[in-house]
């Protein structure tokens, strides 16, 4: 049974950074597309990054390009590493899996209805 466990949340000062761990274990495909989503109360789960299975291609939402970096390794653990954080960065960061047709680009960013496996997320707080 494929899982995703997000770590690597935490409490941060503005301008610092972390960096997010997606494990994933029981994956049946190699043939995907790995997303970070991120929502704060209220709002609706937004796509930040994005990497394909089939040729390590990203794709960032703009508010995140040059400070946030989406990567994977060869057992498909998926990171972000976050620099320059911002209080607006502040939320709940999910990991999700979809299909690899989606990216990257920018419909896996929005395409929130095609993920059928996510992580449990996890708090990032910029604040000082």
């Known amino acids: 049974q494929l899982q995703l466990v997000e770590s690597g949340g935490g409490l941060v000062p503005p301008g610092g950074s972390l960096t997010l761990t997606c494990v994933t274990s029981?994956?049946?495909?190699?043939?995907?597309?790995a997303t970070w989503f991120r929502q704060t109360p209220g709002k609706e789960r937004e796509g930040v990054a994005c990497?394909?299975?089939?040729?390590?291609?990203t794709f960032y939402t703009e508010s995140v390009r040059g400070r946030f970096t989406i990567s994977r390794d060869a057992k498909d653990t998926i990171y972000l590493q976050m620099n320059s954080l911002k209080p607006e960065d502040t939320a709940v960061y999910y990991c999700?899996?979809?299909?690899?047709?989606?990216?990257?680009?920018?419909?896996?960013?929005?395409?929130?209805?095609?993920?059928?496996?996510w992580g449990q997320g996890t708090q990032v707080t910029v604040s000082s």
């Open positions: 999700a899996l979809g299909p690899g047709a989606l990216g990257p680009g920018p419909s896996a960013l929005t395409s929130i209805s095609e993920y059928d496996h």
């Open positions: 990497i394909a299975s089939i040729s390590d291609g």
């Open positions: 029981g994956l049946p495909f190699d043939y995907y597309v």
